[in-house]
């Protein structure tokens, strides 16, 4: 069993991960700093507690976990990402891979439209889940406010697996990599 551990932008978004990624695979999966939050990862002290963190532990893999707050043909968005991500995964001399979510977590919800109304009770229907604009908003507005951040890894559960996998492309690098 590997250890993975994930790093992220908030506890929400790597604990939803991880149960996210135990549906298929049967790991170990750690939160990282996980009392760090958003912007928090883009300074000096979040390297800093990342590289006490990685020497404290021993993880065999790494999974950073971003929200790229736009669009994937936003190139000026994703090069900042990337390049946060690249300077973060030198501190880690295993590998590293990054999940980088078209806008936020949420948008992972709509890759399983079928998963998602049977938990809401909805009758949607969404052809492209990287296409919807703030997807944690239209969550909470399509759910009545039903959808709650904090219960997010209890929600996403009860997605299936291969659903989110066929329909949302930035999960894919990690599919191929974990499956190996």
Same mark, same amino acid.
């Given at each position: 069993?590997?250890?993975?551990?994930?790093?992220?932008?908030?506890?929400?978004?790597?604990?939803?991960?991880?149960?996210?990624?135990?549906?298929?695979?049967?790991?170990?999966?750690?939160?990282?700093?996980?009392?760090?939050?958003?912007?928090?990862?883009?300074?000096?002290?979040?390297?800093?507690?990342?590289?006490?963190?990685?020497?404290?532990?021993?993880?065999?893999?790494?999974?950073?976990?971003?929200?790229?707050?736009?669009?994937?043909?936003?190139?000026?968005?994703?090069?900042?990402?990337?390049?946060?991500?690249?300077?973060?995964?030198?501190?880690?001399?295993?590998?590293?891979?990054?999940?980088? /979510?078209?806008?936020?977590?949420?948008?992972?919800?709509?890759?399983?439209?079928?998963?998602?109304?049977?938990?809401?009770?909805?009758?949607?229907?969404?052809?492209?889940?990287?296409?919807?604009?703030?997807?944690?908003?239209?969550?909470?507005?399509?759910?009545?406010?039903?959808?709650?951040? /904090?219960?997010?890894?209890?929600?996403?559960?009860?997605?299936?697996?291969?659903?989110?996998?066929?329909?949302?492309?930035?999960?894919?690098?990690?599919?191929?990599?974990?499956?190996?």
């Amino acid at each position: 069993m590997m250890r993975v551990g994930l790093i992220g932008e908030n506890p929400n978004d790597t604990e939803s991960i991880a149960n996210l990624l135990s549906l298929k695979y049967n790991h170990q999966y750690i939160s990282v700093l996980k009392r760090r939050k958003g912007g928090q990862l883009d300074n000096a002290k979040f390297t800093a507690l990342l590289e006490i963190e990685l020497r404290n532990n021993n993880f065999d893999l790494l999974i950073f976990i971003r929200d790229l707050d736009g669009f994937e043909n936003e190139a000026d968005k994703v090069r900042v990402r990337e390049k946060w991500f690249a300077a973060n995964k030198l501190h880690f001399k295993k590998d590293s891979l990054f999940l980088l /979510n078209i806008h936020a977590l949420e948008s992972i919800f709509f890759s399983d439209i079928v998963s998602l109304n049977k938990i809401f009770n909805l009758k949607l229907n969404f052809s492209n889940p990287l296409s919807i604009n703030n997807p944690k908003k239209e969550l909470i507005r399509v759910t009545s406010e039903r959808y709650k951040e /904090n219960r997010a890894a209890d929600y996403i559960s009860k997605l299936d697996y291969n659903a989110v996998l066929k329909n949302y492309k930035p999960l894919k690098d990690i599919d191929n990599y974990l499956k190996v």
